[in-house]
């Protein structure tokens, strides 16, 4: 009833030619641009407070809540993580192995294919896992030593349905032959947006750019980009 009359009203203000609706219309939205005078000096302190604030409270968080709670759900020694930004989204059916000195933010998404047999994500020591990043492991998912993963990554173990129009109507799972595992030997690294699809190896050191999609396994130490990610060039070791 409330919100009908708010609309009602609301339209009113907007299209009356009445002089009391312009008039109240103006000054409705002059109030809502009302803002207080610019006092640098004041605002400034208030603006360092308020942030010193809120890490002070992201800090407490992070120490005595999230990384707690995100640690029993893993196994591995997962000593020094650093996992800033909340919890990560974890479904059930997914075993998640973690090494040590990792970063991973809170803002991830971490699946399981549903299955008789719990998937394995296994991460290993020094592995950074970036903002809006997610990880669907069908079977496992493998990541190394020194592993980048940058923001808003996905790695795709499973598909999540079928091919066939008339299964996903019916709400049937993906085929087993859409399944596969997805392995990313030591100090790889993937910038941002990078997506890598079920059955892909990529090897030591390499690299792939920012919004490439990796169908097929990648040798070690080259850059490869595109979609479908190519090989571009060999990084050389100095």
């Not at 980009?225 to 070791?237: D, H, L, M, N, R």
Request: with cysteine; aromatic share 8%.
């Amino acid at each position: 009833m409330s919100s009908m009359f708010f609309h009602h009203t609301k339209h009113w203000l907007k299209s009356s030619d009445s002089a009391v609706a312009k008039n109240l219309f103006r000054f409705l939205k002059a109030l809502r641009l009302c803002q207080l005078p610019k006092v640098p000096l004041l605002f400034s302190v208030l603006y360092r407070l308020h942030t010193s604030l809120s890490n002070a409270l992201s800090s407490v968080l992070r120490i005595l809540w999230w990384t707690p709670l995100f640690r029993s759900k893993t196994s591995g020694p997962s000593q020094a993580l650093y996992l800033y930004g909340g919890m990560p989204l974890i479904s059930e059916g997914l075993n998640i192995e973690l090494g040590n000195r990792c970063r991973v933010s809170g803002a991830t998404t971490f699946s399981g294919r549903s299955s008789a047999e719990p998937a394995l994500l296994k991460i290993g020591d020094n592995v950074d896992v970036g903002w809006q990043t997610t990880i669907a492991v069908g079977k496992q998912v493998i990541l190394g030593n020194n592993v980048r993963l940058a923001g808003r990554c996905f790695i795709a173990g499973y598909p999540g349905h079928p091919l066939n129009a008339e299964q996903r109507a019916a709400g049937l799972p993906e085929l087993d032959e859409q399944v596969g595992d997805v392995i990313l030997e030591d100090d790889v690294w993937l910038a941002t947006g990078v997506s890598v699809m079920a059955g892909v190896t990529i090897g030591k050191g390499t690299v792939v750019a920012a919004g490439s999609i990796v169908t097929k396994s990648l040798p070690a130490g080259v850059l490869a980009a595109g979609v479908p990610a190519k090989v571009i060039k060999s990084i050389e070791e100095k």
